[in-house]
């Protein structure tokens, strides 16, 4: 929905290498449209606690203001120096999408943003309770963690999504009882 109405920022999206479901009200919508497998389960980052065979090529943490030329570019020539064959970037909806999008054909790797995922694993932000991740209600347990900062997003984007996705919905529907 944050890529719905901003035609730049649709662009981004729509030129991503990989754009994965963020929510399960997403990945409930994609199944009823038909597409069976969720890319959001294909995303999960284990920790070297759980899998201490996993290799990690590149780990960065940038400051919290924009990058000089000299240091992004330091940062292109570090993560191709690694070897990382798949990027996950954790910043936040849309810093992470504009990023890759900047860096689309410098790096050169797979860029996937995982959102919050590293705060998750990391331990500073909580992961839902598993009953409420199982029936979906992932979305309303951050919303009572962090409802200063998610209300105006799930305020203004969640209505919206219902009827825009209803509408395909039909749309959908009806395509298919024409044929």
Request: a positive charge; charged letters at 25%; hydrophobic letters at 45%.
């Amino acid at each position: 929905m944050e890529s719905y109405d901003p035609a730049d920022f649709r662009g981004v999206m729509d030129q991503a290498d990989l754009v994965t479901p963020d929510g399960m009200p997403l990945v409930w919508g994609l199944r009823l449209l038909g597409h069976t497998a969720a890319t959001l389960s294909l995303l999960q980052v284990y920790t070297r606690k759980r899998f201490p065979a996993l290799q990690v090529a590149y780990a960065y943490s940038p400051p919290f203001r924009p990058l000089t030329p000299e240091e992004d570019e330091q940062v292109v020539e570090d993560i191709n120096r690694s070897g990382a064959r798949i990027l996950f970037i954790g910043l936040n909806t849309p810093k992470q999408d504009f990023w890759m999008a900047a860096h689309k054909g410098r790096v050169r790797a797979l860029m996937a943003g995982v959102g919050a995922t590293f705060d998750v694993l990391a331990g500073p932000k909580s992961q839902a309770p598993r009953w409420m991740m199982r029936i979906g209600m992932e979305c309303f347990f951050r919303l009572v963690t962090e409802p200063r900062r998610l209300w105006k997003r799930y305020l203004k984007h969640n209505p919206r999504f219902v009827v825009l996705f209803a509408a395909q919905l039909i749309r959908e529907r009806l395509v298919k009882s024409n044929h």
